[in-house]
């Protein structure tokens, strides 16, 4: 007998969530597909983990379902420490792409994947590039930064085609381990 690690997160049509094993997932729907067992190359900041998507790039609503499909989100990047230090690992990855996180424009400002706004006046805009500045020439736009040069955030129409981060809470991921005897 071993044991392995198995992580199953039922999302059931209703958006009741629950913890289940694999009989009840043929059934039920969607798995919460484990990013450590999943993903390679996840860099861990600040308790966070970061799955780096270096596949092709991809619009803002694109990568954000795509984050929560698998039970992350966009990444946010609330201080300056942990801009430079996804900075640094998406340099690792590729020198010369930009990156989509969950900042969007809604609603008059621009706001993280939980509601907290990112203030125009944020130094973790690109201020040396006049960022932001997209926002008012198009209603739908959302944020990004470039691996090239430290720049900062910029905004950019959603529509565009980039590389994008996303985040998983350790607790999170604690939360939707269970252990499977095999």
Partial sequence: MSISSVMYFVSKPNNRSFFGDQGQLNTLGKICVDPFENFKGLTEVNGKKYYIHTREPTSWPLANKFCK???MTLAS?????EMID???ATQKVSAFDSWWVSAKYDGGVFKWEDGT???????????NYSQPSDYLKNKNVCTDFHSGIYSGLHDSPCS???????????N???ACSITKTT
């Fill in 69 to 71: 499909d698998f039970g």
């Fill in 77 to 81: 990047l609330k201080t300056e420490k």
């Fill in 86 to 88: 996804l900075f640094h």
């Fill in 117 to 127: 706004v990112l203030g125009l006046d944020s130094n973790i805009w690109g201020k």
């Fill in 160 to 170: 565009a085609n980039y590389r994008f981060i996303c985040e998983t809470n350790l």
């Fill in 172 to 174: 999170y991921l604690r």
